[in-house]
């Protein structure tokens, strides 16, 4: 993912520079990604953006095939664990890459609607806050914190959606929305959670002082890291909520189908 990363704004650059009309929307995109990112990360990642101010035809190319490649390559690992989870088997690999892309052109969409409704809140909120400049006996004070539950909670239900989208294509058996849902809001609220919570360790920790030029990888790296403890936690969740079957001895030591006789017996009880 720390791969496709770079290449995915590049992309983002591109097309703005091709279509002026979509700047504002690719910029929003950029600012996006780069606020999920570590300060010092963000830092670097902006920097190397302005120095490749007009990326050439032959580098999008080449960066549409490593974000498909390594996009690929990352919901194939995530399936692989989420069917350990479930107990499953691996789809085939031309299935398995199939679900990848699709899963790539789906999570697109999702923040393309994210995007869009995030862009009406702003709208609103500026109307908002003109209105509240024209009448400031309207209780102003209320208006900026009202906004900011808004975007918060506007947040938490994308995290939630992506999420639960996870936990019902990657795994491979059947999956539905009731079964998916717990787990997908316990680990959109942890991740939503974790994300201010980690920021505010970074404020803490001198990372640039400790690891110098690669403070801002291996805070990076750190994050990915707890997002993936957190999505696995959540998938864990969705499965024993749902499946008892699989916390019985028989799903937990699957030797023991093999066997028979008092031995066997014991072992389950």
């Known amino acids: 993912l720390m791969l496709a990363m770079f290449p995915f704004l590049l992309v983002v650059l591109g097309i703005s520079n091709h279509y002026p009309r979509l700047g504002a929307f690719n910029r929003f995109a950029i600012e996006t990604i780069t606020a999920s990112l570590p ?9 190397y953006l302005q120095a ?11 960066c549409v095939v490593l974000i498909l490649w390594t996009g690929s390559w990352a919901f194939s690992i995530m399936e692989r664990a989420l069917n350990r989870i479930w107990r499953t088997e691996c789809r085939p690999f031309l299935h398995g890459r199939g679900i990848s892309v699709v899963m790539m052109a789906a999570v697109g969409t999702l923040l393309g609607i994210s995007a869009t409704v995030t862009g009406l809140l702003t709208f609103l909120q500026t109307s908002a806050d003109q209105l509240a400049v024209a ?4 209780g102003s004070q209320f208006i900026r914190p009202l906004w900011q539950i808004v975007f918060g909670i506007v947040g938490v239900l994308l995290t939630i959606s992506l999420f639960m989208l996870v936990y019902i294509v990657l795994p491979n058996t059947r999956v ?13 609220v942890a991740w939503e959670g974790a994300k201010h919570l980690f ?7 001198p990372y640039d002082q400790l690891y110098g030029s690669i403070a801002a990888v291996l805070a990076t790296l750190t994050w990915m890291y707890i997002s993936n403890l957190i999505m696995l936690f959540g998938a864990q969740m969705t499965a024993l909520f749902h499946c008892e079957h699989l916390m019985s001895p028989r799903a937990l ?15 389950s009880r």
Do not use: W
């Open 253 to 267: 030591y699957p030797s023991l189908q093999r066997r028979s006789g008092p031995a066997a017996v014991s072992i």
């Open 199 to 205: 920021a505010r360790l970074l404020g803490a920790v």
């Open 39 to 47: 300060a010092a990360a963000r830092a670097a990642v902006v920097d």
């Open 176 to 188: 539905t929305l009731v079964e998916a849902l717990p787990g997908a809001i316990i680990a959109g």
């Open 135 to 138: 009448y400031p006996q309207a």
């Open 52 to 62: 490749i101010a007009n990326p050439s035809t032959s580098q999008i190319i080449t």
